[in-house]
């Protein structure tokens, strides 16, 4: 198993910026890629960034592309996602997820384990 603890999220004027962060424990060696998706209200639940732990391949939605930047720090188990430039409809329950195998970077269903989620709010 492998638990997984996001944290960072919080209100910010629209331009701004957040860093959320993703903290692995448990059997982390067995995970093969590390991902964020977010959910607004009424909305699906959709990709917004993965990296794969070895050699740091990244994917990135459209819409976030050129705005957020996804990082990882092996030594401490940890994914980030920088989001700069954030604009009201970056709004949204920002969750951490990982994939044990090579599947798809986009697909939740894809994802082995997830976090509780944090909770980004961009004002206009």
């Known amino acids: 198993q492998v638990q997984l603890v996001e944290s960072g999220g919080g209100l910010v004027q629209a331009g701004g910026s957040l860093r959320l962060s993703c903290a692995a424990s448990?059997?982390?060696?067995?995970?093969?890629?590390t991902g964020w998706f977010r959910q607004a209200p009424g909305k699906e639940r959709e990709f917004v960034a993965r990296?794969?732990?070895?050699?740091?391949?990244?994917n990135y939605a459209d819409s976030v592309n050129g705005r957020f930047t996804i990082s990882r720090d092996n030594a401490r188990d940890t994914v980030y996602l920088q989001m700069n430039s954030l604009k009201p409809e970056d709004t949204a329950v920002y969750y951490c997820?990982?994939?044990?195998?090579?599947?798809?970077?986009?697909?939740?269903?894809?994802?082995?384990?997830w976090g509780q989620g944090t909770q980004v709010t961009v004002s206009s």
């Open positions: 990296i794969i732990w070895r050699g740091g391949t990244t």
């Open positions: 448990g059997r982390t060696f067995s995970v093969y890629a």
């Open positions: 997820a990982a994939q044990r195998l090579a599947y798809a970077a986009s697909r939740s269903r894809d994802y082995d384990y």
